[in-house]
């Protein structure tokens, strides 16, 4: 059983387009993220939810929203893609953002390989 | 500013050669340090959580240790299949966050 799953896992895309990444977790954790990592690997939060709630919403352009429709869910749509957005984007899970830090430890998903032609 | 700095970016190994990576962390309100590998192609998979200065945790051949400023884990006698980029991750107060470090790349020659 995956417990961290995304789809697609790849999306090729022309600019100025929309497209939406599914994310799934079926560990029954409260906490979800999106993170972005780019060509030189770097692994950066971009949003968090805590039982549906939206708790971490970083510098990132208001093209990209977050739909988090239960806390096993939580999808990200992303308006007029841009080149810069090419990247791959990984979901994780954690148990609970506000308790300790045992409870803190991220389950990743496969990532979705973002390329915008 | 907050910042997690992992070195070094890369390292080279023979089989059996045991090593160290670093984990240097300026945060305030520290809630845990966390290690994770990443495979090529894959999302990174969880090893550790440390919290308290002078907490180490072992798996296998890797053993990670903390302290109030850094964290290292350390790799003895490593086996090719350890090859891997290691990634560290701090979770602070501030605003809940967990920031990672650009990573080290290991590569462990047979």
């Known amino acids: 059983d995956t417990a961290v799953s995304q789809t697609p896992k790849y999306l090729v895309t022309q600019m100025g387009n929309d497209k939406s990444i599914k994310c799934e977790q079926n560990?029954?954790?409260?906490?979800m993220y999106w993170y972005k990592q780019d060509s030189k690997k770097f692994l950066k939060i971009m949003f968090s939810?805590?039982?549906?709630?939206?708790?971490i919403n970083e510098t990132v352009p208001n093209r990209f929203s977050p739909k988090s429709p239960d806390k096993a869910h939580l999808n990200l749509h992303i308006n007029s893609l841009e080149l810069g957005d090419s990247a791959v984007y990984f979901c994780?899970?954690?148990?609970?953002?506000?308790?300790?830090?045992?409870?803190?430890?991220?389950?990743f998903g496969p990532g979705t390989r973002l390329t915008v032609l | 500013e907050d910042q997690v700095t992992q070195s070094p970016e890369a390292l080279r190994l023979q089989e059996g050669e045991s090593s160290s990576l670093n984990c240097s962390y300026t945060v305030s309100g520290l809630r845990g340090l966390f290690w994770y590998r990443q495979d090529p192609g894959k999302g990174p998979e969880f090893l550790f959580t440390l919290y308290s200065a002078g907490e180490e945790k072992e798996k296998e051949r890797l053993k990670a240790t903390l302290t109030k400023k850094e964290s290292f884990l350390h790799i003895t006698a490593p086996k090719p299949e350890d090859s891997a980029t290691y990634l560290c991750?701090?979770?602070?107060?501030?605003?809940?966050?967990?920031?990672f470090g650009a990573g080290t790349r290991l590569f462990v020659k047979a």
């Open positions: 560990l029954g954790h409260d906490t």
């Open positions: 991750a701090v979770h602070y107060t501030g605003g809940f966050k967990t920031i």
């Open positions: 994780a899970s954690s148990q609970d953002i506000y308790a300790g830090h045992s409870y803190n430890e991220q389950f």
């Open positions: 939810y805590n039982n549906k709630e939206l708790i």
